[in-house]
């Protein structure tokens, strides 16, 4: 069973419809498709099917509820979002945090997820219907999310503890030691030849340029550019450079 199919992000009196469509997208980015919506300000708004962009099926099947009670009424633990203190909000707590638990407990439960009105939030009769409260830490100078923005990192963390995300492509193996090294004597040749190194800089500056690269990490494919790069310096700095004016001369491709 995947995790996620057990939460509901429920947003009670959300104002804005393009803060519903929007959050509608977050929702389906992260795989989590009950969306519901207790008696919103603004339905049916070419802003949200605007901002839902390719969710607009999430947002169709939206569920339209008079209150939040009946928006509960089927789950089993209810769980309130907020960013400000208050009575009824002291035992909150980090979304990173409370994430691992609330996915350990989706397998018996429908989980419930509220997110209140984009400019007071939930209020004190909200939250005596929430079993637990989450909040997503911010700068103290303007801690207050966006409706769609809670949403997605909410959302988000819930993703990441249940271990669902997609799986990135691996990524190519750093080219051979033995290869890098001939490259490095290749490009200290080049570089030579076209005076960037003399004998009294030569060891530092490669020293450099080897620090350099070997942050970076190198791949076949770049170790293939940098090959190339230095054959070329050598070509042009021994002859290349008249055969590569007599070509541009005659309007000819370099390569």
């Given at each position: ?30 795989g989590i498709a009950d969306m519901r919506l207790v ?11 605007a901002m839902a962009v390719h969710a607009r099926d ?130 200290a040749d080049a570089l030579s030849t076209i005076g ?60």
């Amino acid at each position: 069973m995947n995790p996620l199919d057990q939460f509901a992000f429920v947003m009670v009196r959300p104002l804005r419809a393009g803060n519903i469509g929007a959050a509608a997208r977050a929702l389906k980015n992260m795989g989590i498709a009950d969306m519901r919506l207790v008696a919103p300000a603004a339905k049916d708004d070419l802003a949200e099917l605007a901002m839902a962009v390719h969710a607009r099926d999430l947002l169709e099947r939206a569920r339209v509820f008079d209150d939040l009670p009946s928006a509960l009424a089927d789950c089993t633990l209810t769980v309130g979002t907020t960013c400000r203190p208050g009575p009824y909000r002291d035992a909150v707590v980090a979304i990173r945090s409370a994430a691992p638990d609330l996915i350990a407990a989706s397998p018996s439960n429908r989980i419930a997820i509220i997110f209140g009105p984009e400019d007071s939030g939930l209020s004190n009769e909200d939250l005596k219907l929430c079993n637990r409260l989450i909040t997503i830490p911010t700068a103290p100078v303007y801690p207050s999310l966006n409706l769609a923005q809670a949403v997605v990192v909410i959302a988000y963390e819930l993703m990441s503890a249940a271990d669902i995300g997609r799986t990135l492509p691996a990524s190519d193996p750093f080219a051979p030691a033995g290869e890098v090294e001939a490259m490095m004597a290749r490009l200290a040749d080049a570089l030579s030849t076209i005076g960037f190194l003399s004998d009294e800089n030569s060891d530092h500056m490669m020293f450099a340029l080897r620090e350099l690269l070997g942050r970076s990490g190198l791949r076949p494919r770049e170790l293939d550019i940098l090959n190339g790069i230095a054959r070329q310096i050598r070509w042009f700095a021994t002859g290349g450079r008249e055969t590569a004016a007599a070509k541009l001369e005659a309007g000819r491709k370099l390569r």
